[in-house]
């Protein structure tokens, strides 16, 4: 039969002391219904009050008169999860409590009344976040109620404009014989003659002479003919036709002299023009001419120059040669 080791099982017993001591000292241990409001108190255990048995098998046992001891026995049955429910119902209760004093408010004239209320208190470290909390909300309410009423404000002004607003009746298109919208009172395109065409035609100044010269012997065969009333309805349309460009800020050149003296003009400049081109080409070839004389000039020297050079030489080598 083996002898009972004391010594070893109180090694043992130290060590387990120690190391339960130790991890007690991390945390606060709730004794329940201890105290006369049957609440929970915490504390920590002292070093020189732990003293258990442990069995080979079997949980850890203690001294059930010792409070300590029932504590340290829960603890290692599991009673750690009652006492973690007891935590989170406390912090859930704290929540509540909070959440009771610090509703959400619904519009910014609360929000204001709680800051005021806020501003003649001592504030901890709670109440100074609430309060800065509430600060960002009153003013990000204020400016969203800014922009909505400036919204409303655009929509009403628009809407107040399109009462008022006098809505222009809609003119009816006009068509002339030839199907062509006319979008004044005046119809020019029954005159007898095209409406003048604008770009190349109107500056240039024969084109002109002809439309006017052609226009003149329409005029004469008229006259000619003895149909009077339309050639005077063909010369007032004429003459308004002239007035409204020349209102509209067009030059109107309708003076066959005028057009003949200019004409006379641009085939001078013309005249001039290639005169001086003839001159210029002229010029170009006579240079052309003289670099190639003077380039055939300069080789014929060169060789001549390499020629003597090659004679000098070989009359110094030995070589008779005449005029050496």
């Not at 219904?33 to 504390?43: I, L, R, W």
């Not at 006009?174 to 062509?180: A, M, P």
């Not at 190639?292 to 060789?303: S, T, W």
Request: net charge positive; charged share 40%; aromatic share 6%.
């Amino acid at each position: 039969m083996n002898k009972f080791d004391t010594k070893a099982v109180r090694a043992l017993l130290v060590t387990e002391s120690k190391f339960i001591t130790e991890l007690l000292d991390k945390r606060n241990v709730p004794v329940p219904g201890d105290n006369d409001s049957g609440k929970s108190t915490y504390f920590s255990v002292p070093p020189d009050v732990l003293f258990a048995v442990r069995k080979a098998d079997g949980p850890f046992e203690a001294n059930k008169n010792n409070v300590m001891c029932k504590l340290l026995s829960d603890m290692m049955n599991g009673s750690s999860e009652q006492t973690s429910g007891v935590h989170s119902k406390k912090k859930a209760k704290l929540l509540a409590a909070h959440n009771k004093g610090t509703t959400r408010a619904s519009s910014l004239e609360e929000l204001h009344d709680k800051l005021q209320a806020l501003r003649g208190k001592k504030l901890g470290y709670k109440d100074k976040l609430l309060k800065k909390g509430l600060k960002n909300r009153a003013l990000k309410k204020q400016k969203k109620d800014e922009r909505r009423g400036g919204k409303n404000l655009i929509r009403i002004g628009a809407d107040h404009d399109k009462e008022f607003e006098k809505k222009p009746k809609p003119l009816k298109p006009v068509y002339n014989s030839e199907g062509k919208m006319v979008f004044s009172k005046f119809d020019f395109s029954e005159s007898g003659f095209k409406d003048k065409v604008k770009g190349r035609e109107e500056r240039d100044p024969h084109k002109m002479l002809r439309k006017i010269e052609k226009q003149n012997e329409t005029l004469k065969e008229l006259e000619w003919k003895g149909e009077t009333e339309k050639l005077t309805e063909i010369r007032e349309k004429i003459a308004w036709n002239n007035a409204l460009n020349r209102s509209e800020g067009v030059k109107v050149k309708d003076n066959p002299a005028l057009l003949k003296k200019t004409i006379k003009k641009e085939r001078k400049r013309k005249q001039k023009s290639k005169k001086n081109w003839a001159a210029r080409m002229e010029g170009i070839k006579n240079q052309q001419e003289e670099k190639q004389k003077k380039r055939g000039e300069n080789i014929e020297a060169r060789k001549k120059h390499v020629k003597m050079n090659k004679l000098k030489r070989a009359a110094k080598r030995g070589r008779i040669i005449p005029g050496f």
